[in-house]
C-alpha cells in the first residue's frame, strides 16, 4: 500500500486505526486497510477512488501472487 499509494497514506491509515479501539494498527487486512487516507471520489478511467484502489492493492497483490509460486 506505501508503494502504491505512499508512506503518508500508510501513516494516516495508521494514525486513524489507533483511535479505533476496534482497530488493530498491526494489521492491514480488514484493520488498517478500512481506515480512509485519501479522496474517495471515482476517478475518471480508473471507475473507483484512489482511496480504494489503494485499500485493495495489498489484497489484489497477494490473490495474483498464487500465479506465480514456484516460478522462481
Known sequence: ASYNG??????????KC???KECDKTL???NVEKKQAQ???K???YGESF???NSK?????????????GKL
Open 57 to 69: 492493492y495489498p489484497r489484489r497483490v497477494e490473490e495474483r501472487m498464487i500465479k506465480y509460486k
Open 6 to 15: 505512499g508512506f503518508g497514506s500508510v501513516t494516516k491509515r495508521i494514525r
Open 39 to 41: 479522496s474517495t471520489k
Open 18 to 20: 489507533q483511535l479505533d
Open 51 to 53: 482511496d480504494s484502489i
Open 43 to 45: 476517478v475518471e478511467g
Open 28 to 30: 492491514w487486512f480488514d
